[in-house]
């Protein structure tokens, strides 16, 4: 039998004839055939039993964190009519219940963190089936567990944005990487492109560079350094500081041919075949010649002294207006860099272009177009670095110490309209070009400006928006942890700005163009508890965005060291491979590199205390260990989803629901018994275990209710609503609802459980005879002076995008409005039995209950043409007890199965 999803055939003991119509040979035969047949049942039933002592073990009673031995697949009972005994908590094997359905789980446990995609075994329930009936209907036997089965309700059938595919997934290629990819081994070079770009690999198919130096660099660098040169004739054509022997532009040539090696195909009912690298160029700040001089440059200063550092509203002197000399000259600037990534071939297009245009007078224009497209096809396949786009400016909002150039929205868009968009457009109009590349709680403020085809012509030259995954704040574990619902009002505002115009809103690239968690390494802190979180926040953010109509998503530094450098402003931060050449065998290279010079608070690396056995039992492979390689569990969360959602997939309707309401006596009737994932009926103590979430900051939604701590808040005699939780070391938190609605995000956040900043409300219960009895209002008690409304309550708000994947119900916002409306109605109970959820039945679909943030079981379903399987859904688990689960196709049951505390799994699926 196959070991993933082959259907399962029933044992059987003989032919069911009488023993007294056999002659004495068959009598024996008989006999032989039932011992035979017991002793087979025996086996099974004592491997079962061992299974279950096993499972219940694993499930029940295993602290996260505690490695555990592999599981070795057994045979489940096949008599799907028996009900699963009630003495088993969780569901112990995953079944399909089709026999054409084929499923494999890979899995990725902190219960287990040695053992990275691990395979779960899947097998099929047979299908009963008579000549006069057709076949029946299986029965999944809900809820018949210790613990609930929450619903992952999909719609294999129906993409949630049709018209938009995934690009794909990548990371940076920056000069603190090249040093680190330099430092290593051959045989290391060649395992961490293979790690990272590779069939073996994750398969990022996406990449980032940085134009000029960045914080991320040792030291500050421009390819034109002469004051005064608008025309950029001492532009440095070769690049050469970044075009060295395993320097920047080597890794890209590199990675591109790994990539193109292990995952060139032809398209499969997509438009979007995958093999087809793309690299896109940021900049951090142009030369200093071209900048404006800062209040720390000595008096009198024409242009500013060095790089870092910006002044607003741009960094340009005399700005980015039309007759700007210096926004001509940066325009240029990018063209000649976009240029030098393919030198060779650019003088074959300037000698044909010539010859075309005065010898046939063929017009210029639509030669360099047709030249500049077969120039990026030579390129690419001449292993050159053809770039695919351009972001206007990194992190255009904020002045930062280490490189930078502040742009405001109007700033950047005259700079695109007047210089940028047109220098492109003659020189290089294959270059895709993507605006703002900064957070997204602005993102929508400068597109209804720089995409708004009334408003200004930037958006003629606009095609794509970047965006960063960083709260903005100095609350690093906010990181990845808010924006969501933003991110869906950009949807929803593209929609509306795209309305008349001749391309559709689907065409406009969304693109997720850095991420990474700051400070320190995982590897360099040695704490559990917190390298495993920063996996946790990278997969719950590429799929919520996903979820909400991006297009890819990019971390930032493609490798490290192991305190996360080396930064010339001390700006450490983390990568999912870190480069430790002292850790491979045999090396005499000292653990500190000459390129690092940083000077961090954070004390001696704890990694490298730990000895290879001890780092391997943690979830960092010895075998990559040996060529001084520190793979972390960040890489392979993201690896769940980057190697099996292939470019060319789209994303599905999909989202966790709550448990029916179905006893699991085993007839699956309806019962009034309100079921959730996280807490078994009767009890009110929430589960999961500690909430992560409840910290100032975190926006406050709405999801199905799961019975977990993130669902949980609490009346206080202050008349607040508050919630308790502890951050990622342990340490107790307590936020309450904010007073006034975060500006950026249009939501209530959670906030200081002062005076000051907290909510504080009546809690006013409806009367009987009114329409809502038993509902109850929060009527807010100390509304702000400058509100429009005097008699505001607590309301459940919409998503825009209509929730894309995820639907409504998928992260509605908590707001503040008027009491008169339907959204204002909440079933609460106080009491000290009360399980402490808030909840609103407004949405038509259903019931969801108040969250901080998300709940801790997460799913993203997507359509993988390209994959390993036709379709994809990968389940994330955030909390410390394990969850059952069913997968429906709409109504049709496809699977069932259970997912261990902290874990995250993918599964792939075809036939459904």
Same mark, same amino acid.
């Given at each position: ?762 809690? &006013?219960? %409806?009367? #009987? !005879?009114?329409? =809502?009895?038993?509902?109850?209002? *929060?009527?807010?008690? +100390? ?64 019931? &969801?209950? %108040?969250? #901080? !943030?998300?709940? =801790?079981?997460?799913?993203?379903? *997507?359509?993988?043409? +390209? ?46």
């Amino acid at each position: 039998m196959s070991s993933y999803g082959g259907e399962m055939q029933p044992l059987t003991g003989g032919n069911g004839s009488s023993s007294s119509q056999k002659g004495e040979g068959e009598s024996k035969k008989s006999c032989s055939s039932w011992v035979g047949t017991v002793a087979k049942f025996a086996v099974v039933a004592l491997l079962a039993v061992l299974a279950t002592k096993w499972y219940d073990s694993y499930f029940n009673s295993t602290p996260a964190g505690t490695p555990l031995a592999p599981l070795a697949p057994v045979l489940p009972s096949t008599d799907e009519d028996e009900t699963p005994r009630s003495s088993l908590q969780y569901r112990p094997y995953c079944l399909t219940y089709h026999s054409k359905t084929t499923a494999r789980i890979l899995q990725t446990s902190m219960g287990s963190p040695s053992q990275q995609w691990s395979h779960i075994p899947c097998y099929a329930q047979p299908e009963k089936v008579q000549l006069w009936a057709k076949t029946t209907p299986p029965n999944v036997h809900i809820n018949a567990y210790g613990f609930p089965d929450s619903i992952l309700n999909i719609s294999f059938s129906t993409p949630s944005f049709p018209k938009r595919q995934i690009l794909g997934f990548g990371a940076a290629f920056t000069e603190a990487s090249a040093l680190n990819y330099k430092s290593l081994s051959e045989r290391g070079k060649e395992t961490l492109m293979e790690l990272y770009f590779g069939k073996t690999g994750i398969g990022y198919s996406l990449g980032r560079v940085h134009i000029n130096s960045c914080d991320f660099s040792v030291a500050s660098y421009s390819f034109d350094d002469q004051d005064g040169d608008f025309d950029l004739h001492h532009f440095d054509m070769n690049v050469t500081h970044d075009n060295q022997p395993d320097g920047m532009m080597d890794m890209i040539r590199r990675a591109t041919s790994v990539f193109r090696t292990g995952w060139s195909q032809p398209a499969t009912n997509t438009s979007m075949a995958d093999g087809g690298f793309k690299m896109y160029a940021s900049p951090w700040s142009p030369p200093a010649w071209m900048k404006n001089p800062l209040d720390k440059d000595a008096v009198g200063a024409t242009h500013a002294e060095n790089m870092t550092g910006s002044t607003e509203p741009s960094c340009l002197r005399e700005g980015t207006g039309k007759h700007s000399k210096y926004a001509r000259a940066w325009a240029l600037y990018f063209s000649k860099f976009l240029t030098a990534c393919k030198l060779f071939f650019y003088y074959l297009i300037v000698i044909l272009e010539n010859l075309y245009t005065s010898q046939f007078g063929f017009n210029r224009m639509s030669l360099k177009t047709t030249f500049f497209s077969l120039f990026s096809f030579v390129a690419d396949r001449n292993h050159g670095v053809p770039l695919w786009g351009i972001t206007v400016q990194n992190e255009p909002e904020f002045p930062a110490p280490w490189e930078a150039c502040a742009y405001t929205p109007k700033a950047e868009a005259d700079f695109v309209a007047y210089h940028l968009g047109p220098q492109l457009r003659e020189d290089h109009p294959d270059v895709k070009v993507l605006m703002f590349d900064h957070n997204k709680d602005h993102m929508i403020t400068w597109a209804k400006l720089l995409l708004n085809k009334t408003a200004h012509p930037a958006h003629k030259y606009i095609n794509g928006t970047a965006y960063h995954w960083y709260a903005g704040g100095m609350d690093r574990l906010l990181d990845g942890g808010v924006g969501s619902p933003n991110l869906h009002r950009f949807q929803s505002t593209l929609a509306e700005l795209f309305r008349n115009h001749t391309e559709r809103h689907d065409d406009h690239v969304i693109l997720g163009s850095e991420a990474c968690h700051c400070p320190y390494t995982g590897y360099g802190g040695g704490n559990i508890e917190i390298y495993w979180a920063r996996a946790e926040r990278y997969a719950h953010t590429i799929l919520a965005d996903l979820a909400a109509g991006s297009n890819g998503w990019v971390e930032w530094n493609l490798v490290l060291d192991s305190v996360g450098g080396p930064n010339h402003l001390n700006n450490l931060c983390d990568t999912g491979i870190l480069a430790v050449p002292h850790r491979a065998i045999n090396s005499t290279t000292p653990p500190k590199l000459s390129f690092e010079k940083t000077n961090h608070s954070f004390g001696d690396s704890v990694g490298d205390s730990r000895t290879r056995a001890e780092l391997n039992a943690l979830g960092f492979p010895a075998k990559y260990l040996d060529v001084g390689l520190a793979v972390q569990p960040m890489y392979f969360y993201m690896g769940h989803i980057s190697k099996y959602v292939r470019p060319g997939s789209r994303v599905l309707k999909g989202l966790v629901e709550e448990s029916k309401t179905i006893d699991g006596d085993g007839d699956d009737e309806p019962t009034n018994v309100k079921f959730r994932a996280f807490r078994a009926p009767g009890q009110v103590v929430a589960g999961g275990g500690l909430n992560d979430l409840a910290r100032n900051g975190v926006e406050v939604t709405a999801w199905p209710c799961e019975g977990s701590t993130r669902q949980i808040f609490k009346w206080t005699s202050k008349q607040r609503i508050e919630v308790l939780g502890h951050d990622w070391l342990g340490r107790p938190t307590k936020s309450c609802l904010a007073r006034e609605m975060d500006q950026s995000f249009k939501g209530i956040v959670l906030t200081e459980c002062t005076d000051k900043l907290a909510a504080t409300f009546d809690r &006013v219960k %409806l009367p #009987t !005879g009114d329409k =809502f009895e038993g509902f109850v209002q *929060f009527v807010q008690t +100390n509304v702000p002076a400058h509100s429009k409304l005097s008699n505001r309550c607590l309301v459940l708000g919409g998503l825009g995008n209509g929730g894309g994947a995820l639907g409504p119900r998928g992260g509605a916002q908590a707001k503040y409005g008027s009491c008169a409306s339907p959204a204002s109605m909440w079933k609460h109970d106080d009491g000290d039995e009360a399980p402490g959820e808030i909840i609103s039945a407004f949405l038509e679909q259903g019931e &969801v209950c %108040l969250t #901080t !943030g998300w709940p =801790f079981l997460q799913m993203g379903a *997507f359509s993988t043409p +390209n994959g390993e399987s036709e379709n994809t859904v990968v389940l994330l688990n955030e909390a410390r007890d394990s969850a059952n689960y069913i997968m429906y196709n709409g109504s049709d049951p496809v699977l069932s199965g259970s997912i261990p505390p902290r874990s995250i799994q993918t599964v792939l699926l075809d036939d459904i």
